[in-house]
């Protein structure tokens, strides 16, 4: 089987506000083959910057792109897989984008693979990768994530939804987290509690709010404790490695959770080793998609460390998400986008639906286990031309 084309796709929302909302926009990636199997990805990142990528004509032997590395590209099983991703990410050593851009067809290469060998890509995983599980896809704990009120009031009628749709666990992240005095970050956290009700697992996302100052996330942490979150994530800034370890050394009344700035194996490894991080949080649409996703999974293993899912787009990465860590019983937490755009919402025609036991698990079916949805791609696909001196390198106007 050969690679025949990669294609990628940039879609959007008719507006888009300044709200740190992933869903209003993407870019997803389709690989051909020649014998028909096609797969789809997709990548968290800004997608104009990325989809050049995949286009950029060759500056050097460091800066080629996705699609002149990968067409007429030999495609077994994950062995392939894993080669060209070495490939890609080699002969594009000065593209700096190349990680979340590669994302989306790493993905898509995992989905081809798996409708191949007609085998979910949570078993190629354990084939390649090795686990204890038998090949089990456990189910897990699917936790809401959603964007904190622009008020504490607000907080609590979101949190108060979430309840009434029987979400048993809720993220709240971002919004005035951070922006305003302590009492007010107290309040939010109080009302999300308060909303969730005390049986709930919530989660506190501070969305980067102090930088690399420690003491203050110490602070937070010591007062958001009598609500009890599972934990406080993303406090500091992501390359503020000194600033978790300092935080990390106070031993702080809650857990600390990062890693969804993570774009590389090596960035995560220096959160774990160096961070000290309790729970590690890895977007496969960030960090050149499920291989290097999974390695980061072994490595959370080996060091005892819970793995979790960052997810913020649609089922499509939720799907891909859930394939890297399924195998494992203990990793239990699912990042389950609740809200979002009508984009991410409609653009898979099948959702991983929480059960009647509350929890989320794969399907059998072969490679992701989703299929896109044609007409979403075509209701808010926007049509991206670009030329070099009058020659047309790249021109997506239609499927």
């Given at each position: 089987m050969k690679i025949v084309a990669v294609d990628p796709f940039y879609l959007k929302m008719p507006n888009i506000?300044?709200?740190?909302?992933?869903?209003?926009?993407?870019?997803?990636?389709?690989?051909?083959?020649?014998?028909?199997?096609?797969?789809?990805?997709?990548?968290?990142?800004?997608?104009?910057?990325?989809?050049?990528?995949?286009?950029?004509?060759?500056?050097?032997?460091?800066?080629?792109?996705?699609?002149?590395?990968?067409?007429?590209e030999?495609?077994?099983?994950?062995?392939?897989?894993?080669?060209?991703?070495?490939?890609?990410?080699?002969?594009?050593?000065?593209?700096?984008?190349?990680?979340?851009?590669?994302?989306?067809?790493?993905?898509?290469?995992?989905?081809?693979?798996?409708q191949k060998l007609k085998q979910p890509v949570y078993q190629l995983l354990e084939?390649?990768?090795?686990?204890?599980?038998q090949g089990i896809d456990y189910p897990k704990i699917p936790y809401a994530s959603v964007l904190f009120g622009d008020t504490p009031e607000a907080t609590f009628q979101i949190a108060?939804?979430?309840?009434?749709?029987?979400?048993?666990?809720?993220?709240?992240g971002w919004g005035p987290m951070g922006k305003f005095d302590r009492k007010f970050d107290i309040e939010l956290v109080q009302s999300a509690r308060e909303g969730m009700g005390e049986s709930a697992q919530i989660m506190i996302d501070a969305g980067v709010a102090?930088?690399?100052?420690?003491?203050?996330?110490?602070?937070?942490a010591e007062a958001f404790s009598q609500y009890t979150p599972t934990w406080l994530e993303e406090p500091l800034a992501p390359e503020a490695i000194g600033a978790y370890q300092a935080l990390s050394s106070l031993n702080p009344p809650i857990p600390i959770a990062a890693g969804e700035g993570c774009a590389t194996f090596?960035?995560?490894?220096?959160?774990?080793?160096?961070?000290?991080?309790?729970?590690?949080?890895?977007?496969?649409?960030?960090?050149?998609?499920?291989?290097?996703?999974?390695?980061?999974?072994?490595?959370?293993?080996?060091?005892?460390?819970?793995?979790?899912?960052?997810?913020?787009?649609?089922?499509?990465?939720?799907?891909?998400?859930?394939?890297?860590?399924?195998?494992?019983?203990?990793?239990?937490?699912?990042?389950?986008?609740?809200?979002?755009?009508?984009?991410?919402?409609?653009?898979?025609t099948e959702k991983l639906a929480v059960g009647t036991d509350g929890q989320v698990r794969l399907t059998e079916k072969p490679g992701i286990g989703v299929n896109?949805?044609?007409?979403?791609?075509?209701?808010?696909?926007?049509?991206?031309?670009?030329?070099?001196?009058?020659?047309t390198i790249f021109d997506h106007s239609v499927l």
């Open positions: 506000t300044t709200d740190a909302d992933g869903t209003q926009d993407t870019l997803v990636v389709r690989v051909q083959t020649d014998e028909g199997i096609e797969g789809w990805g997709e990548c968290d990142a800004s997608p104009l910057v990325s989809l050049a990528t995949y286009c950029c004509p060759m500056s050097h032997g460091n800066i080629i792109n996705i699609r002149q590395s990968l067409v007429g030999v495609l077994r099983g994950s062995d392939d897989i894993l080669r060209l991703h070495d490939k890609v990410l080699r002969n594009a050593l000065d593209i700096q984008q190349i990680d979340h851009a590669y994302s989306g067809t790493d993905i898509a290469l995992w989905d081809i693979v798996g084939d390649q990768f090795g686990s204890s599980s108060t939804r979430l309840k009434s749709q029987g979400f048993q666990a809720a993220k709240f102090w930088k690399s100052d420690y003491k203050t996330a110490y602070d937070r090596r960035m995560a490894e220096d959160l774990i080793l160096n961070g000290k991080v309790d729970y590690v949080q890895i977007d496969v649409g960030r960090v050149s998609g499920i291989t290097t996703a999974a390695k980061i999974r072994q490595l959370a293993e080996k060091e005892g460390i819970q793995y979790v899912n960052h997810t913020f787009k649609s089922h499509l990465s939720l799907a891909a998400s859930l394939h890297v860590f399924a195998t494992n019983e203990d990793f239990n937490l699912l990042e389950y986008p609740a809200d979002g755009s009508e984009l991410s919402q409609k653009l898979t896109i949805d044609l007409h979403t791609i075509r209701d808010f696909l926007v049509s991206v031309k670009i030329e070099l001196n009058g020659t």
